[in-house]
């Protein structure tokens, strides 16, 4: 079969799945006998514990699919309480999210595109994953990694006078935030683009 769309879940969605899927369990325990009518699974209770660390799991597992990190907000879908050190962690995962799909995904894009049928090769076709990158994409990182060490450096160990300290500061400062600038001209070099399906894209348009 061929996939012609994408589907992914939310960290509210998983929540509101996971009240669902209780709501859904208890019934079947009731229909089979295991609980009474008028029984409830106790919030206290090892086996809410259990279903709910369980539900957790299932989502830590195919958020990591789509995104590379766990479930957000699985701090409330395992205990219930949303908690400051639940949101910090979230704050850390949506970090290494805007990593992940700015830098690492192109590759993982392009894998599911071949997986589904969604690009199916000739054998007259050039592979369009063999086209090299841009330069630029080595480039700019490795200078502002230079010049950032540059700018480290100085701090450590600085200069004989005030005024030299500062100057040098300032020009690496400079230098720094001129790079910065070119990334924003060049984003689209940069990112890690999934090759795939801007072929794919171009083939529609065609």
């Not at 009240?19 to 009731?30: C, E, G, H, N, S």
């Not at 609980?35 to 799991?57: T, Y």
């Not at 400062?173 to 795939?196: F, H, N, R, S």
Request: glycine share 8%.
């Amino acid at each position: 079969t061929q996939s012609t769309g994408s589907s992914g879940i939310n960290a509210e969605y998983g929540v509101v799945q996971g009240l669902i899927a209780k709501y859904v369990l208890t019934r079947q325990l009731r229909q089979m006998g295991v609980m009474g009518e008028g029984d409830e699974i106790l919030p206290s209770s090892q086996f809410e514990h259990v279903f709910k660390n369980r539900w957790a799991d299932n989502g830590d597992g195919i958020a990591r699919q789509y995104t590379g990190t766990p479930a957000l907000k699985s701090d409330y879908t395992r205990t219930g309480v949303r908690t400051r050190a639940g949101l910090l962690h979230d704050g850390y995962k949506s970090m290494q999210r805007y990593v992940q799909n700015n830098f690492l995904d192109g590759a993982r894009q392009d894998s599911y595109d071949l997986l589904v049928g969604n690009h199916r090769y000739s054998a007259t076709e050039e592979s369009p994953l063999a086209a090299p990158r841009h330069p630029i994409a080595l480039i700019l990182p490795t200078a502002i990694a230079i010049f950032f060490a540059l700018f480290l450096l100085k701090l450590v160990m600085p200069e004989e006078t005030w005024t030299s300290q500062l100057s040098h500061l300032a020009l690496y400062t400079g230098v720094i935030v001129a790079l910065l600038k070119q990334c924003v001209v060049w984003g689209d070099y940069l990112v890690d683009q999934p090759v795939l399906y801007l072929t794919l894209a171009k083939a529609k348009s065609e």
